[in-house]
């Protein structure tokens, strides 16, 4: 069974070793060039895997050009496996393999499709989620699923915990998947589209952090856009913090001042008051610790 390999980030690598490791090796790997990492925070160069285990290796910055799908015809892949690649596949692109592409989504669809999803599984506090392997087609992550593995999230839940399971399960998965196409027996389980629903993309941007927003919310987004993606940031003056650990302080009206005012310096860190008169506080962050009594902002310029 001739397979090719598309992806370009820490899961894909990890999927990647698990099939070498297996004796289930892709003849082709198609990657995004090393000049194009910024694309992706969690990027990785999986160029050394291929290297060791004699993979045929495409670099491509869109998978869908010609000369990229001129190189998938002549090697004549039976299967495709997108496992951490953003871009949409086109049609052109899933018909040149014989039996179909497969693609992961660390979501249990058909809920949360589309796009930064693990950071939306934490900020929609979802209690169940899943890792899926899954037929592409023409729509969005809604084609016939393969295998799928439900799992509890942790009501501590982090962006790179989540991140860990989903590699975990997928690391397993494609091994799994890879026996059942060779023996014949990868069918699909269609999607119930009742319960389908859709994550738009997030960028770095999204997140800033507002101090107006409940203290529970503001830990919830600190939690679900740390490493391996951006994080949470906030303003002292023209300083830029990034903030990576707060806890909920457990003494509801105990400070009074502004919202997003720090109102004292404690062991671990520094407690900030939030909109619902709550303070959060921040453990773990990068950057200068902030003044006693100061202001924490959005950056923007004030008249």
Known sequence: MRVAFVGTVEGSRIALEALVCAGRAPGLLLTLPGAKAGRHSDHADLM???????????????????????????????????????????????????????????????????????PWTILCNEKVTGSTLFWLDDGMDSGDILLQRLFDVA?????????????????????????????????????????????????????????????????????????????????????????TRATVHPNAGKYIGLTGQVQVHTKAGFLVLCGDGNCLEVIDWQGDRPALHGKLTDGRPRL
């Open 155 to 243: 009501a501590d839940e982090t962006a790179r915990t989540l991140y860990d399971k989903h590699t975990r399960n997928l690391s397993e998965m494609v091994v799994v998947a890879a026996d059942l196409l060779e023996k014949g027996l990868a069918k699909g389980i269609q999607q119930d589209e009742r319960g389908a629903s859709y994550c738009a993309r997030r960028r770095a941007e999204d997140g800033l952090i507002d101090w107006r927003s409940s203290a529970v919310d503001i830990e919830r987004l600190i939690r679900a856009v740390g490493d391996p993606y951006p994080g949470a940031f906030t303003f002292f003056g023209d300083r830029k913090i990034v903030v």
């Open 48 to 118: 050394p895997i291929a290297r060791r285990a004699g993979i045929e290796v495409v670099e491509t910055s869109d998978v869908n050009d010609e000369a990229t799908l001129a190189s998938l015809r002549q090697f004549a892949p039976d299967v495709i496996l997108v496992i951490g690649w953003s871009q949409i596949c086109g049609p052109q692109f899933r018909s040149i393999a014989a039996r179909g592409c497969l693609g992961f989504h660390p979501a249990a669809l058909p809920r949360l499709r589309g796009r930064g999803v693990i």
